[in-house]
């Protein structure tokens, strides 16, 4: 079963409007870590949020939030006052703490596009 | 500079051949990661390593291999290069599996096999 699951391939949005990109994750740990990355046409993977599952509030950063609904077991990327600079592939992750590891699960990603 | 650099950026190769795909970190970090990105399938863990003397395998690793050189330096070879390991490849670094911002990526390597 898939860990992480974006079931958006593609959001269009227009320019100083919001968006919401989708994530369900899962995972039987108690202490999980969930992040997205911003992936441009360049190819680089850029961090933009984290949300620890005990983390009582939804984190924010600048002009992204994270709507985080554990029982709901999603965590869904919201972006303010959309840019065109923001069209790019958005990647949801998952790190769980039962694992060593610090690696990380990613879903297949939403192409989003930004419109004037 | 990069704290996370990856040789070569891009990799024009035949099938068949040995090709190799470096990384070096300069965040002291010992847990290092080899994923592979397809379009449409997000990234996969290829390889990892929490130091010299520890390597394993994640969830595609055939037709792969890989070597912890140093703390540092982390090499996936492809033995036998064919066209489905076109892709774009990311080596991440990591320092401990706990708190935010845990994984630091290289800039890529897009690779294509002919």
């Known amino acids: 079963a898939q860990k992480i699951t974006q079931t958006q391939p593609g959001m269009f949005v227009q320019e100083k409007e919001a968006v919401t990109l989708d994530c369900t994750y899962d995972t039987s740990d108690q202490s999980y870590g969930l992040f997205w990355y911003k992936q441009p046409s360049s190819g680089e993977m850029i961090f933009l949020i984290y949300?620890?599952?005990?983390?009582?509030q939804n984190a924010t950063e600048g002009r992204y939030s994270l709507n985080f609904q554990k029982a709901r077991k999603s965590a869904n990327l919201v972006i303010s006052a959309s840019q065109l600079g923001d069209s790019a592939m958005y990647f949801c992750?998952?790190?769980?703490?039962?694992?060593?590891?610090?690696?990380?699960?990613f879903g297949r990603g939403t192409q989003l596009t930004v419109w004037p | 500079d990069a704290d996370v650099t990856q040789t070569p950026r891009n990799r024009i190769t035949k099938t068949g051949k040995r090709i190799m795909l470096e990384c070096s970190q300069t965040?002291?970090?010992?847990?290092m990661y080899w994923y592979r990105q397809d379009p449409g399938l997000g990234l996969r863990l290829i390889y990892y390593s929490f130091d010299v003397k520890d390597i394993n395998k994640g969830e595609i690793s055939d037709g792969y291999s890989v070597s912890r050189q140093a703390q540092a330096k982390f090499s996936l070879s492809l033995e036998s290069a064919i066209p489905n390991q076109t892709a774009l490849y990311f080596c991440a670094t990591s320092d401990v599996a706990g708190g935010q911002k845990t994984q630091y990526f290289g800039p890529g390597t897009r690779l294509l096999v002919l």
């Open positions: 949300q620890g599952s005990y983390d009582e």
């Open positions: 992750a998952m790190r769980e703490a039962r694992s060593t590891l610090g690696r990380l699960y």
């Open positions: 965040k002291g970090h010992d847990r």
